[in-house]
């Protein structure tokens, strides 16, 4: 039972272009949708999330958007650096962030210098 | 954002055998959340605790996990009897806000 879909397993992009990762979602009752960056045995960093009373959120080069009537969330980090080589994993979770992460299966982005 | 540790940083043991893995956040927190990452899956939620209760828990959490806030401060995770596939990255995440944080996890490796 897949709530959280992220279709592309790997992505590359080259140094200094935009890259954007999609998400997408079925569980209607999803409200809080986050992303997470991660490295190989470590935990997952938090980049920037969304609540569904808004579209866009931007943070620097992290910007979030969502598409509520296409249950669809996409993350542009513009521009890119090396140091944005790693797997990026979508969350969903209900109450407005108080209940449990649903994870997508991550997409490896590799910066491509 | 939250300071959390985790310890040990790399667990092994034999099947069977009972494990305890320990996550200290440094500020209080009343929602704290453990999942888990098998090599090459996805982050999975075990468990949620809310002021000294579990709140909700999945399929996998079953009678042989256990998780426990002994004194306050430190969260435990305690698996009676390890499986072959209990072998995962571990982690905590206490709730900040709306964010939950994951502390740096246990990798637990079971023979």
């Known amino acids: 039972d897949q709530q959280v879909k992220q279709n592309s397993p790997s992505l590359s992009v080259q140094e200094g272009r935009i890259s954007i990762l999609n998400c997408d979602y079925t569980n209607s009752m999803f409200d809080h949708f986050l992303w997470y960056k991660k490295y190989p045995a470590e935990g997952p960093t938090f980049l920037i999330s969304i609540s569904s009373i808004k579209d866009k959120n931007e943070d620097g080069r992290f910007t979030v958007f969502l598409n509520k009537s296409a249950k669809h969330l996409s993350l542009h980090i513009v521009p890119s650096q090396p140091g944005d080589s790693a797997v990026y994993f979508c969350?969903?979770?209900?109450?407005?962030?108080?209940?449990?992460?649903?994870f997508g299966t991550g997409t490896r982005l590799t910066i491509i210098p | 954002e939250p300071e959390v540790t985790q310890t040990p940083s790399h667990q092994v043991t034999q099947m069977g055998q009972e494990v305890i893995l320990r996550c200290v956040p440094i500020s209080n927190h009343l929602y704290f959340y453990w999942y888990r990452q098998i090599l090459g899956q996805k982050v999975e939620f075990l468990v949620s605790f809310y002021n000294n209760e579990i709140s909700e828990k999945s399929e996998i959490f079953d009678d042989q996990f256990s998780v426990e806030r002994p004194d306050g401060s430190n969260f435990t995770l305690k698996i009676r009897s390890t499986k072959l596939e209990d072998s995962a990255m571990y982690f905590c995440a206490p709730l900040e806000g709306d964010t939950q944080y994951f502390g740096p996890g246990t990798r637990l490796t079971v023979l």
């Open positions: 969350a969903a979770s209900s109450n407005f962030g108080n209940e449990k992460l649903t």
